[in-house]
């Protein structure tokens, strides 16, 4: 599994700092500020994951959820994006976009790309060749008007966004994959290697060598197919 590479500094040289988000929503007469959302305060959803396994730590369980949307794991059935309506109930029941906002399909294909950009890059935590054309169509569909920083000589830095609509919601999964970056734990959230797979899983294991989301499952599977593949190798060369 990658490490963190030279020159990146040790974990306990990275500064703290707490992620505040505040929304804001824009009332028939005027302006005015809805209540402040800390992103530290969020509930990490609570989902099943195969084999038992552990989720991802803290915020970045939200971001291992978004990246497992492309399959409905409860239901057995892919797709949980099937529709704007869907995506924009996915993002509600998650505290990013105020409830009943309706999106269009655009709205849909760029979540997709915001998506699937951050599962090539799970893929590549994961051992696989870098999808640089997912990662043009991640960066595109994230410029929008996003959070911003606010600074102050007594306080945290707060990173803010005007109101809480799609483009809050995905710089937001943005903010909490760079933290993560940051924080070193990003590297081990992975797509399982799995030819059918590819679901997002934490590699909570000692030495971070993980491979499959599960090993009842996936990796068992994956062992007898080798093991196949190996015998009849050796019975056509005999």
């Given at each position: ?111 997709l790309d915001v998506r699937e950009g951050l599962r090539a890059m799970l893929f590549f935590n994961n051992g696989a060749e870098e999808d ?107």
């Amino acid at each position: 599994m990658r490490g963190r590479g030279p020159g990146f500094p040790p974990r306990s040289a990275l500064p703290a700092f707490t992620i505040l988000l505040v929304m804001e929503e824009r009332a028939a007469r005027g302006d005015r500020r809805s209540q402040e959302l800390s992103l530290g305060l969020l509930a990490a959803p609570v989902e099943t994951q195969p084999g038992e396994r552990e989720p991802a730590p803290g915020l970045l369980a939200l971001v291992q959820s978004f990246a497992n949307t492309f399959w409905d794991l409860e239901g057995g059935r892919p797709e949980q994006f099937s529709s704007p309506s869907s995506l924009s109930r996915w993002l509600s029941d998650h505290q990013l976009l105020e409830p009943g906002t309706a999106l269009g399909p655009a709205d849909l294909r760029r979540t997709l790309d915001v998506r699937e950009g951050l599962r090539a890059m799970l893929f590549f935590n994961n051992g696989a060749e870098e999808d640089r054309q997912a990662g043009e169509r991640l960066n595109r569909a994230l410029r929008g008007r996003g959070l911003f920083v606010q600074l102050g000589a007594t306080k945290r830095a707060e990173f803010k966004a005007e109101r809480r609509d799609l483009d809050a919601a995905l710089a937001s999964i943005a903010t909490m994959v760079a933290i993560a970056q940051l924080d070193g734990s990003w590297s081990q959230l992975k797509a399982c290697r799995s030819e059918h797979c590819g679901w997002a899983f934490y590699d909570h294991s000692r030495n971070h060598a993980g491979s499959w989301c599960a090993m009842s499952v996936c990796g068992s599977r994956v062992k007898a197919r080798d093991y196949r593949r190996r015998c009849k190798r050796q019975w056509e060369t005999r």
